[in-house]
């Protein structure tokens, strides 16, 4: 049973709107991430928070904000979606680390499609 | 920089045979391995780790993988595969520990025959 939740499921929005994808977890982690996922590719961090207030980009460059004014709560942002936008996106979460080895707890995923 | 290379972008196997999922890192420093796997419409889960002593570490279902320091190599392997085992398998190495620093493969999609 997931304690990490994404919403939506499923998006398919047109070109030019603006959306957000939902990530919430129940865990009390410190550290969240999102990722995104294309078919037969690498999953790529995109953005990463240590605690509210704080968020930094990842290893991919990507046009989206995020916030986290709340612990449990990450939310994605893209002010004006593109095609090249449409892939899936993974949220996860981890422990502030003691041993260096903390694991990701991910959600199911928000698959974005976008026409 | 590190990376991950996994061999095999789909392995296919019987039902009761063995599985080998291989996967190779380059790190400048020792790392911390890691196998996740991913089922239809879900979210990576944890397999397994390695970040230091035995070297044979084993995970949830009944999954197994080798750190061999001089091949560069964490590959992971079941003694008898199971249906419920067709996933997506994605390998991850760490060299500073901590999950925003790791590098995933591009997975393995294993695929049971019955």
């Known amino acids: 049973e997931a304690d990490i939740y994404q919403t939506p499921r499923y998006l398919v929005i047109g070109t030019g709107k603006k959306i957000t994808l939902e990530c919430s977890q129940t865990m009390g982690h410190d550290k969240m991430y999102w990722y995104q996922q294309d078919p037969g590719m690498e999953l790529h961090l995109i953005h990463y928070?240590?605690?509210?207030?704080?968020?930094e980009k990842g290893d991919l460059s990507s046009e989206s904000t995020v916030s986290r004014i709340r612990t449990e709560h990450f939310p994605l942002t893209l002010e004006s979606a593109r095609p090249s936008h449409t892939s899936q996106y993974l949220c996860?979460?981890?422990?502030?680390?003691?041993?260096?080895?903390?694991?990701?707890?991910f959600g199911n995923g928000t698959r974005l499609t976008v026409t | 920089a590190q990376s991950v290379t996994q061999l095999g972008s789909h392995v296919s196997v019987s039902e009761g045979a063995l599985v080998l999922l291989r996967c190779n890192y380059s790190?400048?420093?020792?790392?911390?391995l890691f196998w996740y796997v991913q089922y239809p419409n879900q979210g990576l889960q944890l397999l397994l780790k390695?970040?230091?002593?035995?070297?044979l570490v084993k995970g949830i279902n009944g999954f197994e993988a080798e750190f061999k320091k001089s091949e560069t190599s964490f590959h992971l392997t079941k003694p008898s595969a199971h249906m419920s085992d067709a996933a997506e398998y994605f390998c991850a190495v760490s060299d500073r520990g901590g999950a925003d620093g790791l590098t995933f493969g591009k997975g393995t999609h294993l695929i049971i025959q019955p």
């Open positions: 928070s240590y605690g509210v207030n704080s968020t």
């Open positions: 790190s400048s420093v020792p790392p911390y």
């Open positions: 996860a979460s981890s422990e502030l680390e003691t041993d260096y080895n903390s694991p990701l707890h």
């Open positions: 390695y970040t230091t002593g035995a070297t």
